[in-house]
């Protein structure tokens, strides 16, 4: 395969068949504290991908320009957890900037980005699944954040719905989010088999 192939499959690969959320259950913390609405799933997917292509660029570059040349592989999860916090941070002043409702609107999850596992795991994952070239480990970083801000709108526009639709009192609020969430994990695990 040619290498504009192999970087379109990994990327449909890692957004629909092996979506983060749905076939590694990373990232679901915000994806269901923050899908209340399609405006902040956006925004939260938009900074969640921002940080995890910065962060999984940086640290595929510190993997090996530094730490594999030195015998460093111990230090990965400081090395790549720093890297994170300087991207949220980066992400926070942006948005508290130029978007204050947007930030506002947040509360507690736009800091939490950085101990979102979505992050660190594809962290962990380009760095482990034997990525050789840097394109590959930013077309993987991209598609990761495209992946959690495809499900977390998805999510979010399901949950807009559910509000008007007549649920049982009983399943209101977190049984029938919870539900939904299986539901949709469900219907993302069909997608199996098609890319490896």
């Keep these: 395969m040619d290498t504009l192939q192999i970087l379109l499959m990994g990327f449909i690969s890692v957004v629909i068949v092996n979506n983060l959320v749905f076939t590694k259950f990373l990232g679901i913390c915000p994806y269901l504290g923050v899908s209340g609405r399609i405006d902040m799933a956006f925004g939260m997917g938009c900074a969640v991908t921002f940080v995890v292509t910065l962060s999984g660029t940086l640290t595929w570059l510190i993997d090996h320009l530094i730490l594999m040349q030195f015998g460093l592989e111990v230090t990965r999860y400081v090395c790549f957890i720093l890297v994170i916090a300087g991207a949220v941070q980066l992400v926070e002043m942006y948005i508290r900037k130029f ?83 299986g539901i949709l994990t469900l219907a993302f695990m069909g997608f199996a088999g098609m890319i490896r």
């Design 99 to 181: 978007f204050p409702a947007l930030y506002d609107s947040f509360g507690i999850f736009l800091p939490l980005i950085t101990t979102n596992c979505a992050i660190l795991g594809l962290c962990l994952f380009v760095n482990l699944w034997g990525i050789d070239n840097l394109l590959e480990a930013v077309v993987l970083s991209v598609g990761a954040g495209i992946g959690f801000t495809l499900a977390i709108c998805i999510m979010a526009g399901i949950r807009e719905n559910l509000n008007l639709a007549d649920v049982p009192v009983c399943l209101k609020g977190a049984p029938i989010t919870l539900i939904t969430a």
